[in-house]
């Protein structure tokens, strides 16, 4: 074999006539893809938790109340929502055609500002409120920094 | 069938074998590139541990962005029409009235029936779990409060305290 036959020939072979043996890779992805689909879940399931209060916690809670936490009660009415909390006047948040969610996240945020410690918000929805709503509260007030929630009737 | 010269019938035979001989090559490369994309995203969205809860059919969860993942714990779930424990309807939503009492009496006897059997079960080993009294609730999101409340004071009446919401994971 001369100098030029052996250029011709590696430029042929960089010429891109050599192909990629793909037999493998197919069977791969053959197997997974079918397997992973099956198995693949597309919606997320996630809790919210809640503790309603028992006895023995009840005793323990009282004793707790006695230092310096707050407990703000959160009012969901059919047209508004009133957060109360001690000594500190919110106005109710009016409903127009939905819950204004941004005005009772900065009245939460102005709770927070003036308790740090307090962590506790009681929920209590008007009896025809839709779960929906509750649950869109309770987000609110967990981003807020209340995570623990209640719900009394 | 004009031939000129150089088409002689052996050159047509070997052109011919050449050409069943599959010289013709498949292009691989996009179907390539859509199985490794699909590849990814599935191996992203995988999840060893399966789905714990399995959600109630004719039921709209609502959705929210907590991140707590369900354990395995019994389910009430609440339709427009039903309440069902574990999948097994127990009450009928329209036996509910305003002016019926908070507790609801199909739903605490099944709930009874669950302590109980939980509760033996914990008796057996320690290796298993007895009664803990969680409990999981999968609503539709277009149910009344007062519906919930019943549910929540039944649950508390039997034992049930730690109550978890389930809720769809919000993008």
């Known amino acids: 074999m001369n100098l030029k036959d052996a250029v011709r020939h590696r430029l042929r072979g960089h010429a891109g006539n050599e192909d990629v043996n793909l037999t493998a890779v197919m069977n791969i992805f053959l197997i997974l893809i079918p397997f992973l689909l099956l198995t693949a879940s597309f919606v997320r399931l996630a809790v919210l938790e809640m503790t309603l ?29 009133q957060l109360k909390s001690p000594e500190i006047s919110l106005a109710a948040v009016p409903k127009v055609a939905e819950y204004d969610w941004e005005a009772l996240r900065s009245q939460l945020e102005q709770v927070k500002f003036k308790y740090p410690e307090s962590m506790d918000v009681i929920i209590t929805p008007e009896s025809t409120i839709r779960y929906e709503i509750i649950i869109a509260v ?5 981003d807020a920094g209340f995570p623990n929630l209640s719900i009394s009737g | 069938m004009i031939l000129n010269s150089e088409d002689s019938l052996i ?49 709209r969860l609502p959705e929210s962005t907590s991140r707590d993942v369900p354990r395995s714990m019994s389910v009430i779930s609440v339709t427009s029409e039903w309440i069902l424990v574990d999948g097994r309807s127990v009450v009928n939503l329209s036996a509910i009235t305003t002016d019926s009492p908070l507790m609801i009496n199909g739903l605490k006897e099944e709930l009874e029936r669950l302590r109980l059997l939980s509760e033996q079960i914990g008796n057996l080993s320690t290796n298993l779990q007895g009664f ?18 019943r549910i929540m004071f039944t649950c508390g009446q039997v034992g049930y305290n730690n109550i978890n919401l389930a809720v769809l994971e919000k993008e």
């Open chain 1, 53 to 81: 209060p028992d006895l023995e916690r009840a005793g323990r809670q009282s004793s707790i109340l006695t230092g310096r936490v707050v407990v703000n009660v959160l009012f969901i009415r059919e047209n508004s929502i």
């Open chain 1, 138 to 142: 309770m987000d609110i007030c967990r």
């Open chain 2, 11 to 59: 050159n047509i035979v070997n052109r011919n074998r050449r050409n069943r001989r599959g010289m013709a090559v498949l292009q691989l490369t996009s179907m390539i590139d859509m199985f490794t994309i699909l590849l990814v995203f599935l191996l992203k969205s995988f999840s060893a541990e399966g789905q714990i809860m399995t959600i109630t059919r004719d039921l």
């Open chain 2, 132 to 149: 803990r009294g969680s409990i999981a609730i999968q609503g539709d999101r277009d149910i009344p409060f007062d519906i919930l409340k």
